[in-house]
């Protein structure tokens, strides 16, 4: 299979936005493993802002541009280093590609985009992807890596995405306040009601939070792509999940 796993800030990172060393390592581990398999693996991958940040020792995500692209120039760099790291412990070649939303709009860049990441999986290299937010502006910008996932996964034609998040899937309601809330196994299409179980709210160093996980569902399921969104608390349910256990909530794509 070719899969789309995108992890974000949330689940790379401690509040202080420091490294979780401990989840990075397990999640390397478990990538490696499933790439060992035999599946072909894209990561696009958050937290370069959120490195930077706890890097610079800044006491909060910026708000103004210079400095989050500042933050996100120093964070890419930690954030590959990491990674080039860890999976050579196990034998794997990581590569970095940077991508703008203007970038899938021209069609010379969004084709070399898709050779690109052809060729690298080709060669068994695992491509890490991010949006190249260090010269954004807000007018060519995805905004989001959950939407960038799912436009990547489109482009490749992958066969599933997963997007690993702090939470376990889509509630009835928001679990944080209601102990009622029960996790919702599959969505079929997205309705006004499912915009509205999302609420709005992301973490403190990331950026999305439900909503665009929403957005990225609808275009991954318009592309034939099946979502689904599971706890990267626990990098081992990338296993699971591929194993066939019900993990976190599916999003069907249209057949
Ligand atoms: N590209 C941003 C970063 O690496 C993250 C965007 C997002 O959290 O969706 O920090």
């Not at 489109?154 to 009622?180: C, F, H, Q, W």
Request: charged fraction near 25%.
């Amino acid at each position: 299979m070719r899969i789309v796993v995108k992890v974000g800030t949330s689940t790379l990172t401690h509040e202080s936005g420091r490294i979780n060393i401990r989840r990075i390592e397990t999640l390397c581990k478990v990538l490696s493993d499933i790439k060992n398999a035999g599946h072909e693996l894209i990561l696009v991958s958050s937290g370069a802002i959120g490195l930077g940040v706890g890097k610079l020792n800044l006491k909060d995500k910026p708000e103004d541009m210079p400095t989050k692209q500042a933050a996100a120039a120093i964070g890419q760099c930690e954030l590959m280093y990491l990674y080039d790291k860890k999976f050579l412990e196990y034998n794997h070649i990581v590569a970095q590609i940077l991508i703008t939303g203007a970038d899938f709009e021209n069609e010379t860049s969004s084709n070399n985009i898709r050779n690109t990441i052809d060729r690298l999986l080709e060669l068994n290299v695992m491509p890490v992807v991010n949006e190249n937010d260090s010269i954004v502006t807000d007018e060519i910008s995805v905004g989001d890596n959950d939407t960038l996932a799912a436009i990547v996964a489109k482009k490749v034609e992958a066969d599933l995405m997963i997007v690993l998040s702090d939470i376990d899937g889509l509630y009835t309601a928001n679990p944080r306040e209601d102990p009622n809330a029960e996790i919702i196994d599959v969505v079929f299409s997205i309705t006004p009601e499912i915009y509205e179980l999302a609420g709005t709210k992301g973490t403190r160093l990331g950026t999305g939070g439900m909503i665009t996980k929403i957005k990225a569902a609808e275009i991954a399921m318009e592309a034939g792509i099946d979502m689904i969104i599971a706890n990267g608390t626990h990098p081992e349910n990338l296993y699971r999940i591929l194993d066939g256990e019900k993990v976190g909530t599916k999003f069907r794509g249209r057949k």
